[in-house]
């Protein structure tokens, strides 16, 4: 059974810095993840994550401020958030889905069977 856990959230200050990190584990087979966020009221969006041929897509409003990477031999996914604002503040997930060489969308929240019970990051000042 696949397992997603994430975690690092924290209150940080804006133009601060934080880092999430998600282990996910059980599966037998490839897998890519990536990080989704929903903030109060909103829908769930994609924020980082890893196209078909590897390359990272980010959500505009992310660019330039958050990285995504994997340790494979952890297999663990991280998020380096850095300058943050009061919009980032919600509760990011990490989604897993099997990695068979078939088209997804890297940020697309449909395309994604496996997720963590998210993580809380709240902005302040």
């Known amino acids: 059974q696949v397992q997603v856990v994430e975690t690092g959230g924290d209150s940080v200050q804006v133009g601060g810095s934080l880092k999430l990190a998600c282990v996910v584990s059980?599966?037998?087979?490839?897998?890519?993840e990536a990080w989704f966020r929903q903030a109060p009221g909103k829908k769930r969006e994609g924020v980082a994550g890893?196209?078909?041929?590897?390359?990272?897509s980010y959500a505009d409003s992310v660019k330039g401020r958050f990285t995504i990477s994997k340790d494979n031999v952890k297999d663990t996914l991280y998020l380096e958030m850095t300058d943050v604002k009061p919009e980032d503040t919600a509760t990011y997930y990490c989604?897993?889905?099997?990695?068979?060489?078939?088209?997804?969308?890297?940020?697309?929240?449909?395309?994604?069977?496996?997720w963590g019970q998210g993580t809380q990051v709240t902005v302040f000042g």
């Open positions: 059980g599966w037998t087979g490839r897998h890519r």
């Open positions: 890893f196209e078909l041929d590897g390359s990272i």
């Open positions: 989604a897993s889905r099997l990695f068979d060489g078939g088209w997804y969308g890297a940020l697309r929240t449909t395309d994604y069977r496996h």
